[in-house]
């Protein structure tokens, strides 16, 4: 059952990219899954893995958004192995030539640790697209 999920969210019209967002150590099961599907659903972090960026201020901002209680300068984000945010701030060890190849890959994975408890939760997504926007935008039903 997981595969066909898999299947139909890459088998949407003008999509390129799957997004897995995973969240770690998050104070409870619901929190980790309420953030996971914020950033999973945000059209801007959507729009900028279309575009190949691996813009970690959209991920922060639909953390944001869940108004959960977690602290901020706790927030580790890496795109695939590639850190971008440690302690809630741009990270020191962001590695460009590797980053850069990493997002055009078809799977893109967003590990959010929130390092304020055990639990972790997986949202599968898929990226916002040009070619999505003008498919959907000329269909008449």
Known sequence: MHDLSLQVIKDG???SKLIRVNVFNA???KQAK???????N???VKTAIAGEDANWGRVI??????EENINQNKIKVSFGNNIVCEDGSMSKKINI?????????T??????????GKFSHTVYGNDLTFEYLKINADYRS
């Open 13 to 15: 019209e003008g999509v």
């Open 27 to 29: 104070r409870t099961k």
């Open 42 to 44: 945000s059209p801007l």
């Open 34 to 40: 309420k953030i996971g599907f914020s950033i999973a």
């Open 107 to 116: 799977t893109i994975d967003i590990n959010v640790k929130l390092n304020v």
């Open 97 to 105: 030539t590797k980053l850069d190849p990493y997002m055009k890959n």
């Open 61 to 66: 901002m639909a953390i944001g958004k869940t």
